[in-house]
């Protein structure tokens, strides 16, 4: 092939031709074609707690219909997986398809025998939810119906849904008109919306999030594997603390009843004697006699006695909530006789953060043999991302001698910042591979506070989200951060003023936030600062750029024998075939910066000039193991910034 891009000269021909032509010619223009497919299905509910989710096999398509182009009549199916060959056919032949919730129809798709790697999606719930911004709206396709075309759902089978009936116990022709109302109504909803989203520019947001939905339906129906020793081990060592934590703490309060509310009140407000929280100022203030168990560790301790109890409360809320958020499910999976061995599934959210970064659900689980205080089956959930850093070495590889991979984009919300802001002091120290945290920690240490570098790096980048509170030693490395990075500062001021005078931020590649009742006090505080500092930075780095790395990894490992489980923020997990490490390693490299850089060109018009890194690391459990980085010369360069020393091979970690 022909290189189609100079900015793709750094990309060997070999992984290039893994890609399809609609990321190697990324444009937005591709929903301006009328060859498009609407689809939409029917599922069955078989699956724990009712869920229609594909990673349960007992689940399965009930009826699918579809429809082609802007005037094409509505064609349906009732059948299963198995017989959906010609809505595959059709959905493979369009230029791009068509869905409301769209992830959850590719993932069923999937098992139908479609190719993932050939689908240009649209989703109608996605284009809403850029339209909105940072702004909460309804955005079910029956609020979206009517709200633009002043219709709802069919109510019979609406109610039967709410209900709890299964689809394939529903009335065949009713159920076959609701799909296609559906689709009929998916589709109208797209025409108004495509030439609104044009003008508004946000067909290229709308291209990012949608090129994604295919990879991250892919990554859900792997799930993820648990190391059963692993589990075990850690299991019994919580239980085993929280057992002692639980006898510490009862001993100390008499024995009362954890939850009882009216015993734990007077325990400690009365007993104990702790101050509690004020609910208003002045004449109007009341007191707050909470019993939750955060709120009991926020209360000031100043006699003895209560200081044990805040320490043994927290020891006990830390182990309980390791226990029962977490390692109770996943004991319950391993403890599991499943063939397909210790698999626990979650779903990816791409339409609820305020910053438009992903977001993850567990997917509800029963477990037969674990029982709650009614002697009934316990059900439980843990989703794929923000657990505890120490659990996430109790997952493995599901094959003998394979291995654990994640690649990363190193400190990429700095690097972001730094491009947002044009700021050569923080590039430079981009380029040079400072280590930044050691600057907190030598400011820290300096102001009074002795602080050892890995307790430093909660502070490092704490001002670039609006975090100005602290110790005395904090605040001083605070206002040292905004004072010495001043293109950041100057780019978070020039935000702020822009909310408190438009209502809205609009980023440099069109993505508007909107901060309606941002006003400033009589003190000279604008409301919202923190957000309005903290959004346009999170919302580059991981609604944009890890989206767009994420999706390209995914089409390079396509050829591999070795796949994605997971993505966290700003990363990618595989497993990985013995065989496979070091291409792993190179497609995480182009992924996350080269790819990156072109896509930004291509779709925004964006020329990122603050160098994008890469961390690999490769092991036998997730996070373990060794870890090599690199930072590619980026295609652009900043104005008064000397490359010479950025560390474009790989070294270690």
Same mark, same amino acid.
């Given at each position: ?80 997986? !198995? ?13 791009? &398809? ?23 999606? $649209? ?65 109208? @909803? ?5 030439? %609104?989203?044009?003008?508004?520019? @946000?067909?290229?947001?709308? !291209?990012?999030?949608? !090129? @994604? ?14 190391? /059963? ?69 926020? !209360? ?25 958020? *977490? ?43 674990? #029982? ?39 400190? #990429? ?29 030598? /400011? ?40 010495? =990075? ?9 935000? /702020? ?34 957000? &309005? ?18 999706? =390209? ?43 990156? $850089?072109? =896509? ?17 690391? /490769?092991?036998? *459990? ?10 590619? @010369?980026?295609? =652009?360069?900043?104005?008064?910034? %000397? ?11």
């Amino acid at each position: 092939m022909t290189r189609p891009h100079k900015l793709l000269s750094k990309v060997p021909i070999s992984l290039l031709k893994r890609l399809p032509k609609f990321l190697i010619n990324p444009s937005p223009d591709v929903y301006l074609s009328d060859n498009f497919v609407v689809f939409d299905l029917e599922t069955n509910t078989k699956g724990d707690a009712g869920s229609p989710l594909p990673c349960w096999k007992k689940n399965s398509i009930v009826c699918g219909s579809w429809c082609i182009g802007e005037h094409g009549k509505v064609h349906n199916i009732y059948g299963n997986e !198995l017989e959906m060959a010609p809505l595959v056919a059709a959905l493979e032949k369009a230029d791009f &398809i068509i869905g409301h919730n769209v992830k959850f129809d590719i993932g069923w798709m999937k098992r139908a025998g479609v190719d993932l790697y050939k689908l240009i999606p $649209y989703d109608t719930m996605i284009a809403e939810y850029c339209k909105n911004g940072n702004l909460k709206t309804p955005l079910s396709l029956d609020a979206l119906a009517k709200k633009y075309l002043g219709q709802g759902k069919a109510r019979y089978i609406d109610l039967c849904m709410k209900g709890g009936v299964d689809p394939e116990d529903m009335p065949k022709s009713k159920l076959i008109d609701r799909c296609n109302s559906d689709i009929l109504q998916t589709r109208a @909803l797209f025409l108004l919306q495509r030439e %609104d989203m044009r003008k508004r520019g @946000l067909l290229p947001h709308i !291209l990012t999030r949608c !090129l @994604l939905s295919p990879a991250l339906a892919d990554i859900e129906s792997h799930g993820m594997c648990l190391d /059963i020793e692993g589990v075990k081990t850690l299991y019994n060592d919580r239980a085993t603390k929280l057992a002692a934590a639980s006898a510490e703490l009862d001993l100390f309060t008499g024995g009362i009843n954890p939850r009882s509310v009216p015993q734990v009140r007077e325990f400690v407000y009365e007993t104990l004697k702790f101050k509690p929280k004020m609910r208003g100022k002045g004449r109007n203030a009341t007191p707050i006699y909470s019993t939750k168990s955060a709120d009991l560790l926020l !209360l000031k301790a100043t006699t003895k006695r209560q200081k044990e109890f805040v320490k043994l409360k927290a020891n006990y809320s830390t182990y309980n909530a390791d226990v029962t958020k *977490n390692l109770l499910f996943f004991n319950g999976v391993v403890s599991e006789q499943n063939p397909d061995g210790p698999i626990f599934y979650a779903q990816f959210n791409q339409t609820i953060t305020v910053t438009h970064r992903l977001s993850s659900s567990g997917i509800p689980r029963t477990f037969p043999a674990i #029982l709650n205080d009614k002697g009934k089956p316990v059900t439980k959930s843990v989703q794929f991302q923000n657990f505890k850093r120490e659990f996430k070495p109790i997952m493995c590889a599901r094959h003998k001698g394979w291995d654990m991979g994640e690649g990363d984009g190193s400190q #990429l919300e700095f690097r972001v910042a730094a491009f947002l802001g044009q700021c050569p002091v923080a590039t430079q120290a981009i380029v040079n591979n400072l280590d930044v945290h050691t600057d907190t920690m030598n /400011i820290l240490t300096k102001a009074g506070q002795p602080t050892i570098r890995q307790d430093a790096k909660a502070h490092t980048f704490k001002p670039l989200f609006g975090g100005m509170s602290g110790t005395k030693a904090e605040v001083e490395y605070y206002e040292w951060f905004v004072d010495h =990075y001043y293109g950041i500062r100057d780019a978070q001021q020039r935000w /702020i003023d822009k909310a408190l005078t438009t209502k809205k931020v609009v980023l440099e590649h069109g993505f508007t936030f909107y901060f309606p009742d941002c006003k400033m006090n009589n003190n000279g505080y604008v409301s919202f600062s923190t957000n &309005i500092k903290n959004y346009p930075v999170q919302h580059l780095a991981t609604a944009e750029i890890i989206p767009i790395a994420v999706t =390209y990894l995914w089409h390079l490992m396509r050829e591999m024998e070795s796949f994605l489980v997971n993505t966290v923020h700003d990363s990618a997990i595989a497993e990985l075939h013995p065989d496979e490490h070091e291409e792993f390693r190179q497609c995480c490299k182009y992924a996350f910066t080269h790819l990156v $850089y072109y =896509y930004l060109k291509e779709v925004y018009d964006m020329e990122f000039n603050v160098p994008l890194g890469v961390g690999v690391k /490769i092991g036998p *459990n997730w996070g373990k193991g060794d870890e090599l980085k690199c930072v590619p @010369l980026p295609p =652009y360069k900043m104005d008064g910034i %000397d490359y010479k020393e950025l560390i474009t091979d790989w070294i270690d970690g």
